[in-house]
Every structure is written in structure tokens, then in C-alpha cells.
């Protein structure tokens, strides 16, 4: 089975999982529980990890599987990986909980450490922007493929989560600057792919499912998606899974290395 060959049953999945995270979005209760990690979870995501496990395994047993919301093998399993799946079955919980409908369902394929496949899923709009290596970026709307791109220098526009105080990321940009707020870092990334915003910093921990579909959608649009040390982003290579923190920047004739200041969290 050849990557483009996945694409489509894997745009299913995704709607699939969206429509069971839709099921139980006005539900009184959510079943919002708190993990190990103090980061939420609710019955959504859990419904959506489901379909999305099940759906793959259906797809190609033969290919293993890493979720946010699954416990993740050691390195030592892992590091034999050579083509995996990378879920955030929902990405977004705390924007769920609020009720913004800012959140979105991720997968990623990965092969030789490297996203080469992403989908990412917008329930409450009925969107979904999706990429493969070497094929484009694009969004599907109405039943409409619409290929995306970053879009060319005009006034820059920082796309930024509305519930972090802008202070956190202004002080690593060097210039001024527009902003739109919205919810999940994977919809940020979207937005800048499809030329909306110019750039995203995330500044606080996330995991390698936040960025693998995020990473082949900007990428194929004509952007990057690096650390904050302007490095790219590892996958599948250490025992921990958490991101460090990383920008996305979207049209490369921005001279993003004068723009905004490395930095360590």
C-alpha cells in the first residue's frame, strides 16, 4: 500500500473521529478527567482515539501506532520503527471544554523518523487540510480540494492561542506585528499554511502528535516548522515525547532569523 493510496481512507477516519467528538461536544457531561501529566482529557478524545485506533488497524495492522491518548511504548520498542502512525486523536481539549470549537482532529504518518502524511480535521467547520510528501497541501471544504499556500510578505500576522498572554511570545519578536487568535496549535499551523497568518510560536510543552501533521502540511505549502533554536523537530529518536518549543513560519522571502530570537525553554 503506497502513501498516497492512504490518504483518502485516512480523511475518513478523521471525519469519523470528528463526528464522534461532535456527539458528544453539548453533552452535560464530558467526562473531563485530568492524566498524569495535569493535562485534560474528556470523553471526546477517548471516542475519537477509538475510532482512530480501530479504523488504522483495520487499514494496515502491520503498521504500529502512537496516540496521546494510548500509552507509548519505550525507545528501545520504538527506535525499530521504520513507518508508524503519530495521533492526536483531539487537538484542542481545552478548547473543547470551553466550547470555541477550536479543536481538530490530527494524524500523521511517519516514515524514517520524518512526517510524510498529514490530515487535519476541523469538526465544527466541516474542514479538512491534508498533505503527502512531494504532492501539495490542501484543504477540503463543501466537498471542494482547494490547494493551499503560504502566503507572500505583505504585514505580518502572528497567529496566537487565545488564552496565552501575548507578553510570553512578544518578547522573542523583533518587529511589530498583527494577530489572530485561535485555538489548537494544529489549526494555528493551518492557518498559516493556507496563507491566513505568516507565523505561530508555541511557547510550553506539547507532544511529537501536536506537530507531525502540522509539519507535512506547512511544509508542502511552502513553509517550515522548526524549534525554537530555529532546528528542526526530532521524531521518534528519544524516550521522552514532549516538543521543545517551536515556531511555524510561512513565506520563506520573510527573514524569519532577524524577526524573532532564538530561545531555550
Known amino acids: 500500500m503506497n502513501m498516497l493510496s492512504l490518504l483518502e481512507p485516512c480523511i475518513a477516519l478523521a471525519e469519523q473521529a470528528g463526528r464522534a467528538i461532535l456527539a458528544i461536544y453539548d453533552q452535560d457531561d464530558i467526562g473531563q478527567q485530568e492524566k498524569l501529566d495535569h493535562t485534560p482529557v474528556t470523553k471526546a478524545d477517548l471516542a475519537a482515539n477509538d475510532v482512530l485506533m480501530a479504523g488504522l488497524i483495520a487499514l494496515d495492522s502491520s503498521i504500529p501506532i502512537m496516540s496521546e491518548e494510548t500509552s507509548i511504548p519505550s525507545l528501545e520498542e520504538r527506535k525499530h520503527w521504520q513507518r508508524y502512525w503519530l495521533l492526536d486523536p483531539m487537538d484542542g481539549t481545552g478548547e473543547f471544554i470551553l466550547k470555541s470549537g477550536d479543536f481538530a482532529v490530527n494524524i500523521a504518518l511517519i516514515e524514517n523518523n520524518q512526517p ?3 490530515i ?6 466541516g474542514v479538512t487540510y491534508f498533505a503527502a510528501e512531494g504532492n501539495g497541501a490542501f484543504k477540503r471544504e463543501n466537498g471542494q480540494d482547494i490547494a493551499i499556500k503560504v502566503a ?5 500576522t502572528l497567529a496566537i492561542s487565545r488564552r496565552q498572554k501575548l507578553d510570553v511570545v512578544s518578547q522573542y519578536i523583533t518587529t511589530q506585528f498583527d494577530t489572530i487568535p485561535l485555538g489548537s496549535c494544529s ?6 499554511a493556507e496563507g491566513q497568518a505568516d507565523f505561530f510560536m508555541r511557547i510550553g510543552p506539547t507532544g511529537e502528535w501536536d506537530t507531525g501533521a502540522s509539519q507535512v502540511i506547512v511544509e508542502q505549502a511552502g513553509g517550515t516548522l522548526v524549534d525554537a533554536q ?6 521518534n529518536q528519544r524516550e521522552s515525547t514532549e516538543n521543545p518549543d517551536f515556531i511555524v513560519m510561512g513565506h520563506p522571502d520573510w527573514d524569519w532569523l532577524s524577526l524573532i530570537q532564538p530561545h531555550q525553554r
Not at 487535519?120 to 467547520?125: E, G, N, V, Y
Open 152 to 156: 507572500k510578505p505583505q504585514k505580518l
Open 187 to 192: 489549526l494555528k499551523a493551518c492557518l498559516i
Open 116 to 118: 510524510v502524511l498529514g
Open 120 to 125: 487535519i480535521h476541523w469538526p465544527t467547520k
Open 230 to 235: 530555529f532546528q528542526p523537530l526530532t521524531y
